[in-house]
């Protein structure tokens, strides 16, 4: 896969932190060259392309529930790598078209144009211009500028509503009260009632629903508006690890899965 730039600060950020990081949830950067005004920069072949094509392109046949989770938990994988390393590198652009699949449907994280190293010692935040992608960027980071990794947690939260809904995040030929889908779904992410009613229709209940109310949990907590109270990505992974499952709730609960361990935690904050 080749990619130009033309932006030297892109370029050289994208090989610094790809060149420095290897995990098999971040696309490998083969090499880069610079030439006149021209910038290349060659990464590993991604099969099947990007999730935004897989989930929204017209023609594209609908992701199953397990290939579905399966994705969210390798980007989820990518984005703690970045998160935990040595100095933390926040990805500030997180979205369905940055995740490219492979063969076997691995998600891999891409362009890395936009990422940032976090803050270090007893910095609480990095103050920068607010960059990427409307739709997916966290309003406390839209509003003053402030980024930490929380910031990269409500992008996931985002994408992960994407994935369960097959919607896309910002869709102008939708009904008003729908162009924005975190607006439209977040009311109904922790109404049990309500909840299978986002769910993707394509994925015709091939799910279990239990499975899908903790996905739709997780997500909920990712895109609260108070930053503190989303949760670490280490603990998105966690959580996901186990909602791969394909099928009905009676194969669903062979498997124990605890619920979303913050919950206990924000008892009596305000989430939403």
């Known amino acids: 896969m080749i990619k130009m730039w033309k932006v030297d600060k892109m370029l050289k950020t994208e090989v610094n932190f790809l060149g420095q990081l290897r995990?098999?949830?971040?696309?490998?950067?083969?090499?880069?060259?610079?030439?006149?005004?021209?910038?290349?920069?060659?990464?590993?072949?991604?099969?099947?392309?990007?999730?935004?094509?897989?989930?929204?392109?017209?023609?594209?046949?609908?992701?199953?529930?397990?290939?579905?989770?399966?994705?969210?938990?390798?980007?989820?994988k990518g984005l703690a790598c970045l998160h935990n390393a040595e100095r933390p590198v926040i990805y500030r652009d997180f979205k369905t078209s940055n995740i490219l699949l492979d063969s076997d449907y691995t998600a891999k994280l891409s362009d890395f144009g936009l990422a940032k190293a976090g803050p270090e010692g007893d910095e609480t935040h990095v103050s920068t211009r607010v960059m990427g992608t409307y739709g997916y960027a966290a309003p406390e980071y839209?509003?003053?500028?402030?980024?930490?990794?929380?910031?990269?947690?409500?992008?996931?939260?985002?994408?992960?509503?994407?994935?369960?809904?097959?919607?896309?995040?910002?869709?102008?030929?939708?009904?008003?009260?729908?162009?924005?889908?975190?607006?439209?779904a977040c009311p109904k992410l922790n109404d049990k009632r309500r909840l299978l009613q986002i769910i993707d229709p394509r994925l015709e209940g091939q799910y279990s629903v239990r499975a899908a109310h903790k996905a739709c949990s997780l997500a909920y907590y990712c895109l609260s508006q108070n930053p503190k109270a989303r949760p670490l990505m280490s603990d998105v992974v966690e959580t996901l690890e186990p909602l791969q499952l394909q099928g009905s709730d009676a194969s669903f609960q062979s498997?124990?899965?605890?619920?979303?361990?913050?919950?206990?935690?924000?008892?009596?904050?305000?989430v939403h």
């Open 23 to 76: 995990h098999p949830n971040l696309v490998k950067l083969i090499g880069y060259c610079c030439e006149d005004d021209h910038r290349l920069l060659v990464y590993e072949f991604m099969f099947r392309g990007s999730l935004e094509n897989h989930l929204f392109r017209k023609t594209a046949s609908p992701l199953p529930w397990a290939t579905r989770m399966s994705i969210a938990l390798g980007a989820a």
């Open 142 to 184: 839209v509003m003053t500028g402030h980024l930490t990794a929380r910031s990269d947690v409500y992008s996931f939260g985002v994408v992960l509503l994407e994935l369960l809904t097959g919607r896309k995040s910002i869709d102008k030929s939708r009904s008003s009260r729908e162009h924005s889908l975190v607006d439209w």
């Open 255 to 270: 498997i124990h899965v605890p619920d979303y361990r913050i919950h206990r935690r924000l008892t009596g904050n305000n």
